[in-house]
């Protein structure tokens, strides 16, 4: 049974950077698309970007200048970091693994990030 | 982007009850959408793709429907777990995105 364990700073100050490790387990890294998205409260999903299984990436255009996805495939791990970030970057965040659709089948547990001076 | 609007977001019912929500795209996204549950502090867990198949181990209560622009989700005898918050996502073009959700809740 594939798993996702997700973990990074859930504190943050304006304009520092956000990094959030996602484990991989009961399966493997390459195949599939590897997805962050956020979430604010009682609102839908963001997604923020995935890194595909020839390790490009797609990233929304929206947070496109600040986003990072990479992987470290000899862990198992992939990565999401966000630089200066802001109030508006407040919510949890998931990892996330899509298959031959994009649609996310297994999601980490999620993280809570706030960002607060 | 891809707008995807969702009605209604917020859903009163009772159990046993048929309800259905409904996902609006702002283009064509032929049958590109998928349906998600999500339980207060928990991840989303998804119920439907390709606007019509079930995940596996989904409960046949659920099911999708619709196309191109215009899409459905039905919970037929609604049962004390389905109170949740559900949203759709398109997979049709990128940046993918997501409706704003509707919470199904208990009349």
């Known amino acids: 049974q594939v798993q996702l364990q997700q973990w990074g700073a859930g504190l943050l100050k304006p304009s520092e950077t956000l990094s959030l490790t996602c484990a991989i387990s009961g399966g493997s890294f390459g195949g599939y698309y590897w997805s962050w998205i956020r979430q604010s409260p009682g609102k839908g999903p963001e997604w923020i970007g995935e890194l595909k299984h020839d390790y490009t990436s797609n990233i929304n255009p929206s947070l496109k200048s600040r986003v990072t996805i990479s992987a470290d495939t000899y862990k198992n791990q992939f990565f999401l970091t966000l630089t200066s970030v802001t109030a508006a970057d407040t919510g949890v965040y998931y990892c996330?693994?899509?298959?031959?659709?994009?649609?996310?089948?297994?999601w980490g547990q999620g993280t809570l990030v706030a960002v607060s001076s | 982007d891809i707008q995807m609007t969702q009605s209604p977001s917020t859903l009163s019912a009772s159990i046993g009850d048929t309800v259905t929500i409904t996902c609006r795209a702002s283009?064509?996204?032929?049958?590109?959408l998928a349906w998600y549950q999500q339980k207060p502090g928990k991840a989303p867990n998804l119920l439907i793709y390709?606007?019509?198949t079930l995940e596996t181990g989904v409960p046949p209560r659920f099911s999708g429907s619709g196309s191109e622009t215009e899409f459905t989700l039905t919970i037929s005898s609604l049962q004390p777990e389905d109170f949740a918050f559900y949203f759709c996502q398109q997979f049709n073009a990128y940046p993918l995105t997501f409706g704003g959700g509707t919470k199904v809740d208990i009349k």
């Open positions: 996330a693994r899509a298959g031959s659709y994009e649609v996310m089948q297994y």
């Open positions: 390709k606007a019509s």
């Open positions: 283009e064509n996204i032929k049958n590109w």
